[in-house]
């Protein structure tokens, strides 16, 4: 069979079937499968340029080290740097408990956030720490323009099955606290909505902000 | 698809330009892995972010002469994963009143070497010239005939036939499709 029955078959031309055509099938299924053309949301480069910001802003990156630098070690430094390898890794589990259980505090967690497709664009960012209360969360999102009469942001947190617990509401985004009854674990995803008082308690759907806890 | 080495150390150091440039060059082949694993846009979406956060806080590891993007490939799967599983964790409801995609009832994720060859098709596609990758996306995935191709884009039936043949020759060589050694 030719290679160009081949590409004939592989575009759709059932009659130029070639005799080991398996992996032309296999090929044709994957073309015709949604999830091979599906595309990111607008918004994504945002949230993961904010996310990756956040943690190296936080000095959370590991120590970068050359990859020509790593391929002059000889065997010695090696064994040295596996000694030394143990040790920081005793001391990043240390510092690692202390950032998340010690401190005077519970767990603490932080999130960048960033506009969803379509909204105006709009950054900011969310410490949260478990008290004894709940989940105290500070947000910082300077960015969003002020809003009054009757118009208020609402913050939500929710779950990966779209229920949503509201967490408090605000005028501007700056030093904003909030206070969270449900564990980021379980609801990670953050998100401001623009509200009205208009006796509707649900969410209006205009997202002005979201983030997903990445920890 | 290839990404300068001084990209991927500034990449290292969390430099926006270049987290940037890392995610415009890779950012749809990562969607599409995650999609392919959870099947739920939501869930991608959260997948891919943590597949990007992740592979920053292991660049330092990231030997620079490898291609990236098996790596990010790697990476997103475990990802995916990880966030497959933590859904199937969750399933309390009957099962009855789970829709169909739900990503708890999907029993097993796609295997390393699925997701691989998702990927490499993935990519093949996206390096397609702009017209020959509507024909073939109209045809495979919207299930098109050469002349509703033509009467959509509005050009001859005979152009939709060459982009179309040239299209599937350049995948088929580029996937190892093909008898002949020499690709197009």
């Given at each position: 069979?030719?290679?160009?029955?081949?590409?004939?078959?592989?575009?759709?031309?059932?009659?130029?079937?070639?005799?080991?055509?398996?992996g032309?099938?296999?090929?044709?299924?994957?073309?015709?499968?949604?999830?091979?053309?599906?595309?990111?949301?607008?918004?994504?480069?945002?949230?993961?340029?904010?996310?990756?910001?956040?943690e190296?802003?936080?000095?959370?990156?590991?120590?970068?080290?050359?990859?020509?630098?790593?391929?002059?070690?000889?065997?010695?430094?090696?064994?040295?740097?596996?000694?030394?390898?143990?040790?920081l890794?005793?001391?990043?589990?240390?510092?690692?408990?202390?950032?998340?259980?010690?401190?005077?505090?519970?767990?603490?967690f932080?999130?960048?956030?960033?506009?969803?497709?379509?909204?105006?664009?709009?950054?900011?960012?969310?410490?949260?720490?478990?008290?004894?209360?709940?989940?105290?969360?500070?947000?910082?999102?300077?960015?969003?323009p002020?809003?009054?009469?009757?118009?208020?942001?609402?913050a939500?947190?929710?779950?990966?099955?779209?229920?949503?617990?509201?967490?408090?509401?605000?005028?501007?985004?700056?030093?904003?606290?909030?206070?969270?009854?449900?564990?980021?674990?379980?609801?990670?995803?953050?998100?401001?909505?623009?509200?009205?008082?208009?006796?509707?308690?649900?969410?209006?759907?205009?997202?002005?902000?979201?983030?997903?806890?990445?920890g | 698809?290839?990404?300068?080495?001084?990209?991927?150390?500034?990449?290292?150091?969390?430099?926006?330009?270049?987290?940037?440039?890392?995610?415009?060059?890779?950012?749809?082949?990562?969607?599409?892995?995650?999609?392919?694993?959870?099947?739920?846009?939501?869930?991608?979406?959260?997948?891919?972010?943590q597949?990007?956060?992740?592979?920053?806080?292991?660049?330092?590891?990231?030997?620079?002469?490898?291609?990236?993007?098996?790596?990010l490939?790697?990476?997103?799967?475990?990802?995916?994963?990880?966030?497959?599983?933590?859904?199937?964790?969750?399933?309390?409801?009957?099962?009855?009143?789970?829709?169909?995609?739900?990503?708890?009832?999907?029993?097993?994720?796609?295997?390393?070497?699925?997701?691989?060859?998702?990927?490499?098709?993935?990519?093949?596609?996206?390096?397609?010239?702009?017209?020959?990758?509507?024909?073939?996306?109209?045809?495979?995935?919207?299930?098109?005939?050469?002349?509703?191709?033509?009467?959509?884009?509005g050009?001859?039936?005979?152009?939709?036939?060459?982009?179309?043949?040239?299209?599937?020759?350049?995948?088929?060589?580029?996937?190892?499709?093909?008898?002949?050694?020499?690709?197009?």
């Amino acid at each position: 069979m030719s290679d160009e029955d081949r590409i004939a078959y592989l575009a759709g031309d059932d009659d130029a079937a070639p005799d080991d055509r398996a992996g032309l099938d296999e090929l044709r299924d994957l073309l015709a499968d949604p999830t091979l053309w599906a595309a990111p949301p607008a918004g994504l480069e945002d949230l993961v340029a904010a996310a990756i910001a956040s943690e190296a802003g936080a000095g959370a990156a590991a120590p970068v080290v050359p990859v020509s630098a790593r391929a002059r070690r000889t065997p010695v430094a090696w064994r040295l740097l596996g000694v030394a390898a143990a040790v920081l890794l005793v001391v990043g589990v240390a510092v690692s408990v202390s950032r998340r259980s010690g401190g005077g505090g519970g767990e603490r967690f932080s999130m960048a956030l960033a506009a969803p497709a379509g909204a105006p664009a709009a950054t900011g960012s969310a410490k949260l720490q478990r008290t004894d209360s709940g989940w105290r969360i500070q947000l910082q999102a300077p960015g969003l323009p002020r809003l009054d009469g009757g118009r208020f942001y609402e913050a939500w947190l929710r779950d990966a099955a779209g229920t949503l617990v509201p967490i408090g509401t605000f005028n501007e985004g700056t030093d904003v606290v909030l206070w969270a009854g449900v564990s980021p674990r379980d609801f990670p995803t953050l998100t401001v909505t623009e509200e009205a008082a208009d006796g509707n308690q649900a969410s209006s759907g205009k997202r002005v902000l979201t983030g997903t806890l990445t920890g | 698809m290839t990404i300068e080495p001084g990209v991927i150390e500034a990449f290292r150091r969390g430099d926006d330009g270049a987290v940037r440039a890392v995610y415009r060059e890779y950012g749809g082949l990562v969607f599409a892995v995650a999609m392919r694993v959870l099947g739920q846009r939501q869930l991608a979406e959260e997948a891919a972010q943590q597949a990007f956060v992740q592979a920053w806080r292991a660049a330092a590891g990231f030997d620079g002469d490898r291609p990236l993007g098996p790596w990010l490939a790697t990476i997103t799967r475990r990802v995916a994963i990880d966030i497959h599983r933590r859904e199937a964790r969750r399933a309390v409801t009957a099962i009855d009143d789970v829709p169909a995609g739900h990503g708890a009832l999907v029993t097993l994720p796609p295997s390393a070497d699925a997701i691989h060859e998702a990927w490499a098709v993935r990519e093949a596609v996206d390096d397609l010239p702009p017209d020959e990758h509507e024909v073939v996306r109209l045809q495979h995935l919207e299930g098109f005939s050469h002349s509703e191709i033509a009467e959509r884009l509005g050009v001859p039936v005979g152009t939709v036939k060459s982009r179309s043949f040239r299209a599937h020759k350049r995948l088929a060589a580029r996937l190892g499709h093909l008898r002949g050694d020499d690709p197009p």
